[in-house]
């Protein structure tokens, strides 16, 4: 795909051809036909990164191509949700003739909302001063009656705020209302709408089931906090202090009471189910523990991790890295088996996929 660009005339075959590689690598273990969640094929990314380009008067956005390096202008992102795309010449000519916002802008970043909210990050390489923050306000209240804009001022170790530097994201799912805390700078969904598609495909194998739920690498609760109301109590699990922060707060968003989030890595959470029953003071003996969640890095499931939620009797795997998923399934596979299999395209126009699987524990003989 040309920087920037997308072509919706080759989205369905590009997809065939991302869902039959994922059916190939995973046709060892007896998966059914997977269930494919689109994307949309243009505007549907709800995170983007520029480069500000300067030249005389001229201030444009900018990437770089991976393959040559070479800088792009970027004047139309159709990449972009309709937020951050119609948002951004307006960014452009707001700051144009503003030295304070514009002197030694080098980078923008923008995080937006499927409801409609957007965080606009400014990154420079100068000090930032008082000036610069009344004019950031001056700014958005300008644009207030037309946007739903924060603005977040960077440089070398310093960080100023108009507001604040988080979003919240707020979206229907199965007749209920669930809100998030987005935080500037830690990991969110790019795609929401494929974001929506996977709660709901959980949620409808959590719906399913029973007991208590375990989740790993839970980030800011994203599938915990739509998944509790399938279970008796939510334990979930995450390494990111600030990710943990905006979990607990998500829980609270929600009015959720049976989910407590644990600051723990896999392997932390593997190594102490191994040596008792308690997971920093959380007593897990009265606990029916039936049912794990993992969506692991590309990396996917170490061996420690693999031994661990193979004792459970259902497993729901997201995995963005199809390589490594099947790497994992060669072992969960020896106790497990294959119930459901979704395609999710989170990344239009490119080889990463996400995908998600139901595993199933085999009663033994």
């Known amino acids: 795909m040309s920087v920037g660009q997308v072509f919706p005339e080759q989205y369905s075959q590009q997809l065939e051809a991302k869902v039959a590689t994922v059916q190939q690598q995973l046709s060892d273990f007896n998966a059914p036909p997977a269930e494919v969640f689109c994307s949309e094929p243009a505007h549907y990314r709800l995170r983007a990164e520029f480069r500000i380009w300067h030249d005389g008067n001229d201030i444009y956005h900018a990437m770089f191509d991976p393959q040559t390096r070479d800088k792009v202008r ?96 707020q979206f229907e799912l199965d007749g209920s209302t669930l809100q998030y805390q987005q935080i500037e700078g830690s990991f969110t969904q790019p795609n929401g709408e494929v974001n929506r598609h996977m709660l709901g495909w959980a949620k409808q194998i959590a719906q399913q089931l029973s007991g208590d739920l375990l989740e790993l690498y839970c980030g800011n609760g994203n599938f915990s906090v739509a998944l509790s109301p399938c279970f008796n109590k939510v334990v979930a699990t995450e390494i990111s202090r600030t990710s943990i922060k905006s979990a607990q707060y998500n829980i609270a968003l929600n009015k959720v009471d049976n989910l407590q989030v644990l600051q723990m890595s896999a392997e932390d959470v593997t190594a102490a189910l191994q040596q008792g029953s308690t997971l920093k003071q959380l007593d897990l003996a009265g606990m029916q523990l039936n049912t794990v969640l993992v969506d692991p890095p590309r990396a996917g499931l170490d061996s420690g991790t693999e031994q661990l939620v193979s004792r459970f009797n259902d497993i729901i795997y997201i995995s963005c890295n199809p390589e490594t998923l099947a790497e994992n399934l060669k072992v969960l596979s020896k106790t497990h088996d294959v119930l459901q299999l979704a395609v999710f395209d989170q990344f239009p126009y490119t080889h990463h996929i996400e995908s998600g699987v139901w595993l199933r524990k085999r009663a033994t003989p």
């Open 74 to 169: 970027i004047d139309h992102f159709p990449v972009a949700c309709r937020t951050i795309a119609d948002f951004m010449p307006v960014l452009l000519k707001q700051i144009q003739f503003n030295h304070e916002l514009r002197y030694k802008l080098y980078q923008v970043d923008y995080l937006a909302t499927l409801s409609g909210e957007l965080l606009v990050s400014l990154i420079y390489k100068r000090p930032l001063t008082n000036s610069w923050l009344e004019q950031a306000k001056q700014l958005t209240d300008n644009l207030a009656g037309h946007y739903k804009v924060k603005l977040i001022g960077r440089s070398r170790k310093q960080k100023l705020m108009v507001s604040t530097d988080y979003v919240t994201e």
